[in-house]
Nanobody, 126 residues
Framework: QVQLVESGGGLVQAGGSLRLSCEASGRTSSIYGMGWFRQAPGKEREFVGSVTNNGGSTRYADSVKGRFTISRDNAKNALSLQMNSLKFEDTAVYYC???????????????????WGQGTQVTVAS
């Protein structure tokens, strides 16, 4: 099993920045790809960004491209999401997720992920 714990959420003014972190523990050797998803009230959980195990390939949702950067530190079993130029519509609970090699198809679908964190709230004030 893999446990994921997010941190770094909070309240920020529009145009500001936040950095989310995710720490993985347990059978981290079973992880291939990792990603961030978010879920706003009344909406479905949506893809934000993903990264492969060596950090060589990243993908982003169009809505965050150019503003968010995902990074991974395998030595620390950590995943980060740097969020700049935040907008009101970025307000959501952000979830860290990890996928096994056998289920990885690029990391944009939540169904590829076997492990999820509890989420961290990001609120952007307009």
């Amino acid at each position: 099993q893999v446990q994921l714990v997010e941190s770094g959420g909070g309240l920020v003014q529009a145009g500001g920045s936040l950095r989310l972190s995710c720490e993985a523990s347990g059978r981290t050797s079973s992880i291939y790809g990792m990603g961030w998803f978010r879920q706003a009230p009344g909406k479905e959980r949506e893809f934000v960004g993903s990264v492969t195990n060596n950090g060589g390939s990243t993908r982003y949702a169009d809505s965050v491209k150019g503003r968010f950067t995902i990074s991974r530190d395998n030595a620390k079993n950590a995943l980060s999401l740097q969020m700049n130029s935040l907008k009101f519509e970025d307000t959501a609970v952000y979830y860290c997720a990890a996928a096994k090699p056998s289920s990885w198809y690029g990391g944009t679908s939540l169904y590829e992920y076997s492990y999820w964190g509890q989420g961290t709230q990001v609120t952007v004030a307009s």
